[in-house]
């Protein structure tokens, strides 16, 4: 078990372009967990899904912002049209169940030029 | 809602010191409680949990917390503080069914030698 992995880990992009990033849970956990940390807050949730099934989304997760699950494994959050408030560190989560402990990745930090 | 408040933004305490984190909850039922910790360049690690049933949960590290429903507190606790304990803690609430977890702001923890 190599635990929740993310990455990239840093991404600098310019304002209005696109960013994706990518998660991968640890493996048979079917719940995954997008969270976002703005700097001396706790995380904010934005969304998770249940195996490929996108099954929440917060008011925070903005047209902009799309999450895929595509085969139940991995997942990928793309934000369109980058502005700068969108810099953040961006969590990726995962469980076993929904009463299961989140185990945590490192986290992407992007930042928004 | 539900909210989480972390009263202390930055806390100091000397190594071998005991400690107190204070975490106070608004929720209309018993929600889940937990205590997570973050060092710089790290995801959150799980220090402990609450569903129900004894209300001073043991944790890892030396940790423990104590649910109190007439304060809607979820303090967390060490008797002697190690210099490796110097972190950002962040309590967190997440209703019954575990999806949407609310996180306070954050404690400082510095360890003073």
């Known amino acids: 078990d190599t635990g929740v992995s993310q990455d990239p880990r840093h991404k600098i992009t310019k304002r209005g372009q696109n960013v994706t990033f990518r998660c991968d849970p640890i493996?048979?956990?079917?719940?995954l967990y997008w969270y976002r940390q703005t700097l001396g807050q706790g995380p904010e949730f934005l969304t998770y899904?249940?195996?490929?099934?996108?099954?929440?989304k917060s008011r925070l997760l903005s047209d902009r912002f799309s999450a895929e699950r595509p085969k139940g494994s991995f997942s990928t959050l793309e934000i369109q049209r980058t502005e700068q408030g969108d810099s953040a560190m961006y969590l990726c989560a995962s469980s076993w169940t929904q009463e299961d402990t989140q185990y945590f990745g490192p986290g992407t930090r992007l930042t928004v030029l | 809602a539900q909210s989480v408040t972390q009263p202390d933004i930055h806390i100091t305490v000397s190594e071998g010191a005991s400690l107190e984190l204070r975490c106070n909850y608004s929720?209309?039922?018993?929600?889940?409680l937990f205590w997570y910790v973050q060092s710089p360049g790290q995801g959150l690690q799980l220090l402990l949990k609450y569903f129900s049933g004894d209300t001073l949960v043991q944790g890892i590290k030396g940790f423990e917390a104590e649910f109190k429903r007439s304060q809607s507190s979820f303090n967390l606790r060490k008797p002697s503080v190690h210099w490796s304990d110097a972190a950002e803690y962040f309590c967190?609430?997440?209703?019954?069914?575990?999806?949407?977890?609310?996180f306070g702001a954050g404690t400082r923890l510095t360890v003073k030698p």
């Open positions: 493996s048979e956990h079917n719940r």
């Open positions: 967190a609430v997440a209703v019954y069914n575990n999806n949407d977890m609310r």
């Open positions: 929720y209309g039922a018993t929600p889940y």
């Open positions: 899904f249940q195996n490929e099934a996108q099954l929440e």
